[in-house]
């Protein structure tokens, strides 16, 4: 059974590769892919071995919680979640500047010894109050022989302020750094506000998606309407659907009636279809979830109701693609696995280093650098950086009817050198009122008509260096005709499917990266061995299921968008790595100290309270370049 569920409490690349192993070490379970950005875990578990609560109770045991219970709303979690964070970040900052105004002295309430005591009091109670889950969730971590980001911060901080409270007492209280534990407190609160912000404006299309399905729906019960929960509907209810209304669940139309049509309601299915002309539903008329009324009345019969609704499919395709991971992505996951205990080496080193160059005399910077080189290397920034732009290029597709099912799929779309395409049903549609007794004698416009902007979509995938060829099972002069009209150069007619495999297997033995775009159950072959498989979401659900992405509208336009979509958003992959990558190389020397060994006095240290504020800075750049995708054409 697969599942995805969300999961809360994870802040960093390392949380969510703790969870993801976690989960991957309990017997049952299959196959699990852990999304920082979509705080969900897609597990794939043998009901028969281990039970959802099971797994709860072993995440819970690392500090982090998998919400298996239906009757809690996650997004109600998250809300309440972001306002603690919230009020937490505000008191650690007012600790932090009225700290740092009694330490510099600007305001005087007494001697050397009376500062740094207020100044300890007001760095513990920053520390125990807002920074308590650093603590907490560290040690979890440590008996459970992992580390993440809280580890970081909890060490650092801890360290800070056992050197200063000892200064405070019994050394010199001239060396206090009681101001750097609540900074780097306060910074790192302050850099997962505002990741969090700005990770929900990556996840705006799933809350999109939700937004659509509505609450309530009125149920005709005895002649009566009565509005309920969409919760409560049943397979078989009768429901009654007005104009402006969202259609409840999934179903069929028993009656319907308008000013235009006795007969018949028209409803704006604009939303799965991306067609913005409303559709005529008559009696025995299918209707969809989320799908809205324009003109008139209609009662329907539910058919499909709850997760089994159209609807529910397109979320569940989109979650699963944003928990799924791009190859580059599972590269960076086995990395940041390591890259913890690899800080920590790097701070021991530096501290040793410091000592052993100088002796007892440098034991101040000693500590300080080592401190200020746990607090800037934290993996954030490396961590976010593939999947906060695949999750945005992810929804900017599904923006423009485009559903990506797997991330591995956009990233491989911009290596596409060659499109494979059915005729009816992908390029063109078909006229179902069509006699089939006399169709020979019918003109090939009377028979199927061009899809939307389909020669002009064909043109531009040319330009891009994309060749494209058409496979049809109809005769030889309809399929020249089409591919004429949709300005294809290669086609072939009278195709079977096994025509199809072979020309996509063909082109893959020549070193061609392969997409197929088809609709019918003839298509699956081709469409399951090519390198991206494209579905048409009116065609069957054969396809579709073996499909990684799914058109969901005739406008064929979307396809040259799909596939510089997957170019911009790999570079973006590569630009946040990038700036990830360069980040750590330059900034840990600089923590460590590396400018002493060209200056006797250099001009800047960093020190654990810039270490907090470039770590935050670094984190925070990367979902901001990520969301530059969002507003490109």
């Not at 009225?98 to 007001?122: E, F, H, K, Y």
């Not at 799965?272 to 979830?289: D, F, H, R, Y």
């Not at 423009?400 to 491989?412: F, G, R, Y």
């Amino acid at each position: 059974m697969k599942k995805t569920l969300p999961v809360v409490g994870m802040a960093c690349a390392s949380c969510s590769a703790n969870v993801e192993n976690k989960l991957r070490s309990l017997t049952g379970v299959n196959d699990v892919s852990v999304s920082l950005i979509g705080r969900s875990a897609e597990i794939d578990y043998d009901e028969s071995k281990i039970s959802l609560e099971v797994m709860k109770k072993e995440i819970n045991s690392i500090g982090y919680d998998l919400v298996i219970e239906t009757n809690r709303s996650v997004e109600t979690i998250r809300k309440q979640e972001y306002s603690i964070l919230a009020r937490k970040t505000i008191l650690s900052m007012i600790l932090s500047v009225v700290g740092m105004v009694v330490n510099m002295r600007w305001l005087n309430i007494g001697d050397l010894a009376q500062t740094n005591q207020i100044c300890l009091l007001m760095a513990f109670a920053n520390m125990f109050f807002c920074g308590r889950t650093f603590y907490v969730n560290s040690v979890r971590q440590i008996l459970h022989g992992v580390a993440n980001m809280d580890t970081l911060v909890a060490l650092s901080t801890s360290i800070s302020f056992i050197f200063s409270f000892w200064n405070t007492f019994w050394g010199d209280p001239s060396l206090t750094y009681f101001d750097s534990c609540s900074m780097v407190i306060s910074f790192v609160l302050l850099g997962r506000l505002l990741e969090e912000k700005a990770k929900d404006s990556t996840t705006s299309s799933i809350r999109n998606l939700m937004g659509i399905a509505p609450k309530t729906a009125h149920v005709v019960e005895e002649g009566k309407l009565q509005e309920v929960p969409v919760s409560t509907i049943d397979v078989g209810d009768i429901l009654e659907v007005r104009p402006g209304e969202r259609v409840p669940v999934d179903g069929e139309v028993i009656s319907a009636t308008s000013f235009m049509t006795a007969d018949a309601a028209y409803v704006d299915e604009s939303m799965i279809t991306g067609e913005p002309t409303p559709v005529e539903k008559k009696a025995k008329s299918k209707v969809l979830a989320g799908t809205i009324p324009s003109q008139g009345v209609f009662r329907m019969r539910a058919r499909q109701v709850g997760e089994h609704t159209a609807l529910a499919h397109i979320i569940r395709m989109v979650q699963e693609a944003e928990s799924s991971k791009a190859p580059v992505q599972r590269v960076v996951d086995k990395a940041v696995v390591y890259f913890v205990p690899i800080v920590l080496a790097l701070a021991l080193i530096t501290f040793l280093l410091w000592i052993g160059l100088g002796g007892m005399s440098l034991l101040y910077e000693a500590i300080v650098s080592a401190v200020t080189v746990l607090v800037i290397a934290c993996p954030c920034a490396m961590g976010l950086a593939t999947p906060t732009a695949l999750m945005v290029g992810i929804g900017k597709a599904a923006s423009k009817h485009l559903l990506i099912k797997d991330a591995a799929a956009l990233e491989t779309m911009r290596k596409v050198d060659v499109l494979v395409t059915d005729k009816t049903g992908t390029l063109t549609i078909p006229n179902k009122n069509v006699d089939f007794t006399i169709v020979d004698s019918l003109s090939f416009e009377e028979r199927e008509t061009l899809k939307p902007h389909a020669a002009d979509a064909m043109r531009k995938l040319r330009q891009s260096g994309i060749d494209v060829y058409m496979m049809s099972g109809d005769n030889e002069s309809a399929a020249s005709y089409w591919a004429e009209k949709a300005c294809i150069a290669h086609f072939k007619a009278q195709c079977k499917p096994q025509d199809k495999e072979e020309l996509v297997r063909k082109l893959k033995a020549a070193g061609k990266t392969v997409a197929m775009i088809g609709d019918g159950v003839n298509d699956t072959q081709a469409l399951a061995i090519a390198d991206v498989s494209i579905a048409i979401s009116t065609g069957t659900d054969v396809a579709m299921d073996v499909a990684q992405v799914t058109l969901m509208t005739d406008d064929l336009s979307v396809l040259p968008f799909g596939f510089q979509l997957s170019k911009r958003t790999t570079r973006m992959i590569w630009e946040n790595l990038f700036w990830a990558f360069v980040y750590n190389i330059v900034c840990i020397p600089l923590a460590a100290g590396v400018l002493y060994l060209f200056y006797d006095n250099p001009p800047f240290q960093l020190t654990p309270m810039w270490g907090s504020a470039l770590m935050a800075f670094s984190s925070i750049s990367v979902v901001l370049n990520s969301l530059r995708l969002k507003f490109s054409a």
